[in-house]
């Protein structure tokens, strides 16, 4: 670890990696990784809703619509953009623009399911 002392800012600490670390890291992202286990406490929630009325899940849902349009907002924001520029490394910026482009699909795509939903209830008879 190194400090870096600053004028204007907080000193800052800069850390560094191992040759030992680097071959364990090495070893890491070349091994074959579990599927992730995504649990969505929305679903949960919203499997239960059985117990309220029609227009409090579609509250709920408009809720939850807010939320992922925030997240969504913020993978296509310019700070991002202009986060993921500053990195040297082109392959980091490729990697941390695929990671981008990975939320946003999946974020559209919960959005839509969620427009879909609200659409089924309120269709329901």
């Not at 670390?21 to 919203?46: M, T, Y």
């Not at 913020?74 to 490394?89: A, C, G, H």
């Amino acid at each position: 670890m190194q400090i870096i002392y600053q004028d204007e800012k907080p000193n800052k600490k800069l850390y560094s990696i191992t040759s030992i670390g680097k071959e364990e890291l090495k070893r890491w992202l070349n091994s074959s990784l579990d599927i992730p286990n995504h649990r969505n406490q929305f679903l949960v929630q919203f499997f239960f809703s059985d117990f309220i009325d029609n227009l409090s899940i579609i509250k709920n849902l408009e809720h939850y619509r807010s939320i992922m349009l925030e997240r969504l907002s913020f993978l296509k924001s310019d700070l991002l953009k202009k986060r993921i520029k500053n990195e040297k490394n082109e392959k980091k910026q490729q990697l941390f623009n695929l990671i981008a482009e990975n939320g946003i699909w999946a974020l559209e795509n919960e959005i839509k399911w969620i427009d879909y939903a609200i659409k089924n209830i309120q269709n329901e008879k």
